[in-house]
């Protein structure tokens, strides 16, 4: 084990895949010279040269070179600097990566993995941290993962590369600078489509994803002072989603409390709840709640960003309130 910051383990995943497979290729906006707009990339293009390269700023482009260099039989992974700005790209991360295995009848594979940045927690404003995993979730084809750990960012990611499947890695600029441990083994993989229990509880599960379970944890410490033990499942994978890991949780606790960073209309968090009512309606002992960002575009303040994102005095105040516990 090492310890190392969330980016970094972005940063050694993508040199132990370069590493591990000549079909490797990476690029996106300053991802080559610059070492990447936040560093994920820093010193790739000096290793491994004309792997790793720039590209223009256009979103469109820089996927569909991806879609078509993965078709053709490499494993591009390219990097789209925030989520927000894949909506430039959703033809071909929608349209075309998540269908052409479909309707080749099996014969084409695109294993393209997209890297994403989301809810910057920042200040960065409307346009620049938004948690739009839930688009990306429902379209068939797709698999979505959002790493919370420095060593999910590391497994998950090397997980996204070698699978023959597009893969839209959602990392979290919020996490950027926290530290963890991470297996130094060069073949530390984390199986796409399994969730985490992060901590165990008897009274409450709380399920979360990216940027929100640190802070789910925290709540869960925080409501333990008060007599409340919460089970916190990290996801991590959005799709497919862990429905076993949910389903035994919350028919132990009894209670469901989805934490996330995105609104609440037609969400991950929504879906969490369908499969609970659907599969574990008779161990409910109260209805399933959604602690969420109210739904509105989130602010440049930070005061009021602080305010708009669940922070851990919110959870702990659900977390009471869902076990009838005093606030």
């Known amino acids: 084990m090492t310890v190392l910051k969330y980016w970094q383990a972005v940063n050694l995943a993508l040199r132990e895949e370069l590493a591990h497979d000549e079909r490797v290729i990476l690029f996106g906006e300053d991802v080559a010279a610059p070492g990447g707009a936040f560093g994920a990339s820093k010193g790739l293009m000096e290793e491994f040269g004309h792997r790793v390269r720039d590209t223009p700023i256009s979103e469109g482009a820089i996927t569909g070179l991806g879609v078509g260099a993965a078709a053709a039989g490499a494993r591009p992974v390219v990097e789209i600097m925030f989520a927000d700005f894949l909506t430039l790209a ?30 910057a927690h920042r200040g960065a404003g409307p346009q620049h941290s938004q948690s739009l995993e839930a688009w990306l979730a429902a379209v068939p084809g797709l698999r979505v993962v959002a790493p919370a750990t420095a060593a999910d960012a590391k497994g998950l990611l090397k997980s996204a590369i070698r699978s023959p499947d597009p893969v839209v890695v959602i990392e979290s600029l919020a996490l950027w600078n926290q530290r963890g441990e991470v297996p130094a083994d060069a073949d530390f993989l984390i199986p796409l489509g399994r ?10 599960t709380v399920v979360a994803w990216g940027a929100a379970v640190p802070r789910a944890l925290a709540a869960a410490e925080a409501a333990a002072q008060h007599g409340v033990e919460v089970e916190v499942i990290d996801l991590r994978s959005l799709s497919p989603l862990d429905h076993t890991t949910v389903l035994a949780s919350v028919r132990n606790t009894g209670r469901l409390l989805v934490v996330q960073d995105a609104v609440a209309p037609c969400s991950v968090g929504s879906e969490v709840v369908r499969v609970a009512v659907a599969d574990a309606f008779d161990h409910l002992r109260s209805a399933p709640v959604v602690l969420c960002p109210p739904f509105a575009p989130v602010p440049f303040p930070a005061a009021l960003t602080n305010r708009y994102f669940p922070q851990v005095e919110d959870i702990v105040r659900a977390a009471q309130q869902l076990t009838g516990a005093l606030v």
């Open 195 to 204: 969730a985490a229990v992060r901590r165990e509880g008897s009274d409450l």
């Open 90 to 119: 959703m033809d071909q991360v929608v349209n075309q990566a998540a269908k052409i295995h479909y309707m080749s009848g099996g014969a084409v594979q695109v294993p393209l993995t997209v890297r994403t940045l989301c809810g």
